[in-house]
């Protein structure tokens, strides 16, 4: 059971390059996040997503885009990628958001921008 | 504004028991979750509270103050692999997660 997996585990990108991070689930999860982590920070929202073929912005999500195409995917791309990008990007996902909604997070993907 | 506090790090000795606060002020309150992050890895989920009280899970414990906007995680019967930072995050009106920057917990033999 593979349960939230993330692609790539690192990268590195130079200043206005673009990519795609990757994430899939299968544990038929309905709703699908998109975190950054930054240091000294608390884990803040790029985007969502309740259902396939749903997005909704999150608290930050300047400079990103996001995709769900099958139920089991959340792709979150970046256009042209800046130095303030440079974060460990976590995907997680849920069954539901009321009750003891428990989020099951992927490994987490970390990336630089030069 | 939404805000989270938890102290930044706490230092505790094996086999003993710590208590990791976490004060908040959120637009609404639909439940308070701690997470546990070990170094380089991903939030593992510990406890839940929605309702005033202590929850106790084994050596883990959470306690709720709704009207004091206050939480707290008891650890107890510390041990070395307890050294991880601790989440805590509060469900808001939307049902949007807030999440506080986390607590380093060092555990010394």
């Known amino acids: 059971n593979a349960g939230v997996t993330q692609t790539p585990k690192f990268r590195v990108l130079k200043t206005g390059q673009s990519m795609t991070l990757l994430c899939a689930q299968d544990?038929?999860?309905?709703?699908m996040y998109w975190y950054r982590q930054d240091p000294g920070m608390g884990l803040r929202l790029i985007h969502y997503?309740?259902?396939?073929?749903?997005?909704a912005k999150g608290e930050v999500p300047d400079g990103y885009n996001v995709s769900r195409l099958k139920k089991q995917n959340f792709l979150l791309g970046l256009e042209s990628a800046a130095p303030s990008q440079t974060s460990v990007y976590f995907c997680?996902?849920?069954?539901?958001?009321?009750?003891?909604?428990?989020?099951?997070f992927g490994a987490g993907s970390r990336l630089t921008v030069l | 504004g939404q805000n989270i506090d938890q102290p930044t790090e706490m230092t505790a000795t094996e086999g003993a028991i710590v208590q990791i606060n976490c004060t908040y002020q959120?637009?609404?309150?639909?439940?308070l979750f701690w997470y546990q992050q070990h170094a380089g890895e991903a939030p593992t989920f510990l406890s839940y509270n929605v309702l005033d009280g202590l929850e106790e899970k084994g050596r883990f414990s959470s306690f709720l103050s709704r009207s004091k906007g206050y939480s707290y995680l008891l650890l107890k019967e510390l041990q070395m692999k307890d050294s991880a930072s601790y989440l805590c995050a509060v469900r808001d009106s939307n049902y949007q997660l807030i999440w506080g920057a986390g607590t380093k917990l060092i555990i010394k033999p």
């Open positions: 997503s309740v259902g396939e073929g749903t997005t």
């Open positions: 544990m038929n999860h309905e709703y």
């Open positions: 959120t637009s609404g309150f639909n439940g």
């Open positions: 997680a996902s849920s069954w539901v958001v009321s009750g003891a909604n428990v989020l099951t």
